[in-house]
């Protein structure tokens, strides 16, 4: 997903109504041994709610962290898994959605096939970068590769695809950006710490190994290695970093192609456009929008600057990157070694039917999710959601109405806004037609070059024509859910809403706990750091008084200030800069699920069960939502590059802002899970 999309990765939704096919029914929303209720809920309220579940669940081997949507991911998959081998058995008279799901996941499956073929369908890629004569060639192999160019900044020198028109949302236009980097962040490059000076060691280790793979003896592969981190690192300084990425109006640069060219005078990028086949956009008037013009002009002088050698040595390095884990298991595993395990932890190499069941739900994610929607998705379970998400939203109605800080012209605005978003619950109104994808019974490789070209193709088609607000970002079977602020909608995919996340067997606190603090944390994203500068047309413009504005800003600013108090691991602390719209939508969402539950229950008499309150039962299956165990090396990772904080400090940070939390659990003033000064927005 780009910039725009705040993805809320480990949420969990929950819903009241008795209509989804349980999983287990044996787990509930709030499951009270979970808890440990030797810890004060005023001291740590986290420990509090997940102590028992997290001496319980050991992280597996294969993953770096395992938390309640981690669990749900796996049960989900092993669904997806029942589909795609019955796909893949199913006759030969099959439905084309059903063939080309089978017969993908059938070659990814076929290992022994795999394991002859060695590095060999890595050959052609090879003797293309062999035969270029001069750093001209440069453009026209870039746009015509092994895999085609990113469309979200890995792959060789930079990304490019369609996006909305940040001030006329209504049309979609091209878009380049940075990219060309193997390690996950410009930032890794240059962290002088001893532990980021350990992983950039590793890292030319291991793209050392990944040469002599190709063939090349270990001297040679070495020097190669270095040549590759020297280019990267240069790359790396012309990029912005996470948090200057998160201010919009510092990504929208439109331009002409003719000065783009200017910009980049030692990229062919005439030639580029033709290759791509993006139609007008190659003329001298069509414009684009540079995401970052300084990126283009650093990678414009290394290409000046590095020998036509040294970028071949470089694109060896990122062709094989890019194939690695479609090629004999040599490959994969140097490159599970490095990005697996150095880079986050993980023990072991997941199954082969868990990665191959990946790639089918990434490449032909509609298709597979056609037969997911229709086993574990029911009508009614969409009208559940779209129950608890109109709870929410006139919950956040009132809000803005009353706010104190908002002037009334402000306010008119941000209602204007709130009733525009549209709300897509469980799985697109069309599907997505695959049919000119051509998927081979035995050609693993070939299906997920051609599937990744189907989709670069598919979103340059898109250029110059009207933005389809319909589309959506993720797959059915996905456990996540987001809000867009260009098309101005909450997204809930079917994956998500699944046990044991939520259960009928619940009461309603728990459900609004969870699913109304999900549904509310996606609807805050539509106003905060940087939602809140789109209108309800999805354009960048500022909708607000410069009173109002700065007055939103200084509570903003109160989150950033809490966050970036909260530690992680060693003495990496949270940068509240990069993580306050999550953490912003964290403290908006729970406080409107909570306003939402109370109206939705205001003429029942609420009982204790199991020992608690119902308001506490509320902030309990909240905090249980978060409930995680991580491994050390994920933790340093999620820290440079995760906007979200630790699940620890989503549920802490959250009620101690709330004095509806202080009231559940009878806090006093001083105790930690009290704020002296609470951050307050919305």
């Excluded at 000119?436 to 598919?458: C, K, M, P, T």
């Amino acid at each position: 997903m780009n910039w725009k999309i705040s993805a809320l990765i480990v949420a969990a939704l929950s819903a009241a109504l008795p209509v989804f096919a349980q999983h287990s029914p044996s787990e509930p929303v709030l499951d009270v041994s979970a808890m440990d209720k030797t810890i004060d809920p005023c001291v740590d309220f986290y420990t509090y709610s997940c102590g028992g579940w997290i001496k319980k669940n050991p992280i597996p081997p294969d993953q770096s962290s395992w938390g309640t949507s981690g669990k749900l991911e796996d049960e989900n998959r092993a669904q997806l898994r029942a589909i795609l081998e019955a796909a893949a058995r199913a006759s030969t008279t099959r439905d084309p959605v059903t063939q080309e799901i089978g017969d993908y996941y059938a070659s990814c499956m076929d290992e022994e096939a795999i394991e002859k073929l060695g590095a060999k369908p890595l050959a052609p890629e090879l003797d293309r970068i062999a035969r270029l004569k001069s750093k001209h060639d440069l453009a026209g192999y870039v746009a015509t590769s092994q895999f085609p160019p990113s469309l979200e900044g890995g792959g060789p020198l930079f990304a490019f695809r369609s996006d909305q028109d940040y001030k006329d949302s209504a049309q979609v236009i091209a878009e380049a950006d940075q990219g060309g980097l193997g390690l996950p962040d410009r930032d890794y490059y240059f962290k002088d710490d001893p532990k980021s000076v350990e992983l950039r060691k590793a890292y030319v280790a291991h793209v050392g190994k990944m040469f002599e793979l190709l063939g090349d003896n270990p001297a040679v592969a070495a020097a190669e290695a270095a040549t590759v981190m020297r280019i990267e690192t240069a790359l790396a300084k012309g990029q912005m970093t996470l948090v200057e990425r998160r201010d919009p109006p510092k990504l929208y640069h439109k331009m002409s192609v003719e000065e783009l060219q200017k910009l980049a005078p030692s990229f062919a990028w005439s030639d580029y456009f033709a290759k791509t086949n993006v139609g007008s956009i190659g003329s001298p008037l069509a414009t684009l929008n540079v995401v970052t013009p300084d990126y283009f002009h650093v990678m414009s002088a290394e290409i000046e600057k590095e020998t036509l050698a040294n970028w071949k040595t470089y694109l060896r390095w990122h062709a094989a990157h890019d194939a690695a884990r479609d090629l004999s298991s040599p490959f994969v595993k140097e490159n599970f070694d490095f990005y697996g395990k150095i880079l986050s932890g993980q023990q072991e190499l997941p199954p082969r039917w868990k990665r191959c069941t990946n790639d089918v739900d990434g490449d032909l994610g509609e298709a597979l999710g056609q037969a997911y929607v229709a086993k574990h998705f029911s009508p009614d379970a969409k009208q559940a959601a779209q129950k608890i998400v109109k709870e929410v939203e006139a919950a956040m109605q009132s809000e803005i109405q009353t706010l104190p800080w908002m002037s009334a012209a402000t306010k008119e605005q941000a209602l204007i806004k709130l009733h525009a978003i549209a709300n897509k619950i469980g799985y697109p109104d069309a599907w997505r037609d695959y049919s000119a994808l051509e998927i081979v019974r035995g050609d693993e490789i070939g299906n997920s070059q051609r599937a990744s070209w189907f989709e670069f193709h598919r979103q340059l088609a898109k250029i110059g024509k009207p933005v389809d607000r319909n589309e959506w970002g993720m797959t059915p079977p996905t456990v996540n859910a987001y809000y867009d602020p260009q098309k101005d909608d909450i997204n809930f995919p079917a994956g998500i809403l699944q046990p044991p996340l939520f259960s009928a067997l619940s009461d309603a606190a728990p459900n609004y706990g969870d699913t109304g603090a999900t549904m509310g944390h996606e609807l805050t994203h539509a106003f905060d750091d940087e939602g809140s500068q789109f209108d309800a047309q999805g354009n960048l413009r500022n909708w607000w008084t410069d009173a109002d504005r700065k007055e939103f800003e200084q509570r903003a600013q109160c989150v950033v200030d809490q966050y970036s108090g909260y530690p992680i691991i060693d003495d990496i602390k949270i940068n509240g800069k990069l993580t306050n719209g999550e953490d912003l939508a964290d403290l908006g969402g729970t406080l409107l699920a909570y306003l939402a539950w109370k109206e939705d229950t205001k003429d029942q008499k609420l009982e204790p069960l199991d020992g608690l309150t119902p308001e506490q039962r509320f902030f309990v299956a909240y905090g249980q939502g978060w409930c995680t165990n991580e491994r050390d090396e994920n933790k340093r990772l999620r820290a440079t590059m995760d906007p979200h904080s630790p699940e620890k400090y989503r549920a802490n940070g959250v009620v101690s802002n709330m004095n509806e939390f202080r009231a559940a659990f009878h806090c006093k003033p001083g105790q930690p899970m009290v704020r002296e000064s609470a951050c307050r927005v919305w």
